[in-house]
């Protein structure tokens, strides 16, 4: 399977072809990067049964293993972490991290997730990215300050340490 066709049933196959695409990536290691956004809208199908289950699964096992993204992925990276979907939002933020400086153009993206998202692993991820950025805007700084104050001791704990990183 070539990547244009791996990248065309992942985006367009029914779910079982879906759900085949991201196994094959799954198994690439590093050599999936081409296919992170990808990847990561792919974690978006969660239903709880069936084949769009196997999507999520598979997609996640090769976010795994990913490493960091292409450069080329990071704008859209950028969207998905604005994802209305838990998961594509985790791994959005999470390979936003795995670029480090690469991606600090989306740090108030980031940012904004650290400060308004109701989900708790969503913020300890943003928190962890915007140290690997080494974020320099206000905006950045302020959310990781207040974020170091957080009653959630691993937040707290991972603001703090991104402040460090900042500062070093």
Known sequence: MNAASTLHQLRRGTPRE????????????????YAASELTAACGDTAACGDTAEISHWAVAALEELGPPPASAIDALASLAQSEAPLTAYWAVTLLGRAGEDAAEHQVVIADLLEQSPDLALRE??????GRMHADCSQA???LQNAATSQAARLSRLATKALQQIEA
């Open 141 to 143: 700084r302020l959310a």
């Open 125 to 130: 991820k943003a928190a962890w990215s915007l």
């Open 18 to 33: 879906r759900a085949q695409a991201a196994e094959y990536l799954a198994q690439q290691g590093t050599d999936a990067a």
